[in-house]
């Protein structure tokens, strides 16, 4: 399984950029898909996830601001930042959470990430 992630930059506060993310490879039984994101000197967090029944989960920090979808190609994942901050600043990882059989657990799977960069 390959996660492709795509679309981070560098933005003035106030702006907006919008992440892509495409999931290839043996792609079975998806339970969530979303992004995190690690700051220098922090651990990695949870931004937004998005089941496969479209349930979205958010960070507060992030709430109002960012929104979590789903492409028409179920295997690929958005997140449309907006009004973006100073501290948004990080690098961004697509998360695809799935199990290979009924009979395996959950397993996360990470993308490369990409640089988010908000500048003051």
């Given at each position: 399984v390959q996660l492709q992630a795509s679309g981070g930059g560098l933005v003035q506060a106030g702006g907006s950029l919008r992440l892509?993310?495409?999931a290839s490879g043996s792609i079975v039984s998806i339970n969530t898909m979303g992004w995190y994101r690690q700051a220098p000197g922090k651990q990695r967090e949870m931004v937004a996830t998005i089941t496969v029944s479209g349930n979205t989960n958010y960070a507060d920090s992030v709430k109002g601001r960012f929104a979590?979808?789903?492409?028409?190609a179920k295997n690929t994942v958005y997140l449309q930042m907006n009004s973006l901050k100073p501290e948004d600043t990080a690098v961004y990882y697509c998360n695809l959470n799935?199990?290979?059989n009924i009979l395996s657990a959950f397993h996360d799977y990470w993308g490369q990430g990409t640089q988010v960069t908000v500048s003051s």
């Amino acid at each position: 399984v390959q996660l492709q992630a795509s679309g981070g930059g560098l933005v003035q506060a106030g702006g907006s950029l919008r992440l892509s993310c495409a999931a290839s490879g043996s792609i079975v039984s998806i339970n969530t898909m979303g992004w995190y994101r690690q700051a220098p000197g922090k651990q990695r967090e949870m931004v937004a996830t998005i089941t496969v029944s479209g349930n979205t989960n958010y960070a507060d920090s992030v709430k109002g601001r960012f929104a979590v979808s789903r492409g028409n190609a179920k295997n690929t994942v958005y997140l449309q930042m907006n009004s973006l901050k100073p501290e948004d600043t990080a690098v961004y990882y697509c998360n695809l959470n799935m199990r290979k059989n009924i009979l395996s657990a959950f397993h996360d799977y990470w993308g490369q990430g990409t640089q988010v960069t908000v500048s003051s």
